[in-house]
């Protein structure tokens, strides 16, 4: 899954994008990559990110939607990363998108359960506690590997209630979640199988590699790389990742090592 952010504040300035120039580029470049799908979002969720109106959410994410068709057609998925069910309503009922990825898990909307079963879209449910100015101050887990699949339990459940056949898995990495944490879900993902969805993993560029390694964002592409193999190893299905290319290329010596682990 490429990341292609059309806001002016993501964290990672190589993913921002706002002219339809620059969108149609990019699209492409990341299916030209090996992009299996494109993952659009319109407002930022790093901590200290100003808010951003519905308004101007819904009309940056239909230019890029618009932009993004015409730029790599029908046949490549697109995900809308939002957490506002009326923006989540309009990117798939009128504009095209696919998928809906929602950081907040439903938690910051309790309508987009019920606008994703009406959709009859996809929806990747997301762990996060509180909001993205919050969630840094809600690191309390008793065990945060339990903890995080016991919180995703529960709305998964509430989605099978409706009827939304398709829901994909994400822990939130980085989300309401300590370095230290973070690494343990890693080293424990084969854990998220007992919900019996597909797992996405998006660590890609994150602080949890940066703070680490003490290096930033812009020199984080080779450890991105390889903490997305190890996911992989692990279980994940999807990669969210800024660099299609270098995902590409670490799954296929994955794939070489362990020929029958995953497919490309």
Known sequence: ?????????????????????????????????????????AYSSRPGAGDVPEAEEC????????????A???????????????????????????????????????????TVADLRCPYILMHM???????QSLTGYADVTADVIAELSRPLNRLEELGVADVIIDPGFGFAKTLAQNYELMRNLRAFDIL????????????????????????????????????????AAILRVHDVAAARQSITLLNAVEPCLVSE
């Open 59 to 70: 009309r940056r994410l239909e230019m890029a939607l618009r932009v993004i068709r015409d």
């Open 72 to 114: 790599v057609g029908p046949d490549i998925p697109v995900s809308v990363d939002t957490f506002r069910a009326s923006v989540a309503r309009r990117c798939v009922g009128e504009w095209g998108a696919d998928i809906v990825n929602d950081i907040s898990g439903g938690t910051l909307d309790n309508e987009m359960f019920d």
């Open 129 to 135: 506690r509180g909001t993205p100015s919050t969630m």
């Open 196 to 235: 019996g969805r597909p797992v996405l993993v998006g660590v890609s560029r994150k602080s949890m590699i940066t703070k680490l390694l003490d290096i930033t964002a812009a020199e984080a592409e080779l450890p991105t790389a390889v903490l997305g193999a190890l996911a992989v190893e692990r279980g």
């Open 1 to 41: 899954m490429g990341i292609l952010n059309v806001t002016p504040d993501s964290f990672f300035a190589g993913s921002r994008v706002q002219c339809a120039a620059d969108i149609a580029a990019r699209a492409s470049r990341l299916v030209g990559e090996g992009a299996d799908m494109l993952d659009i979002g």
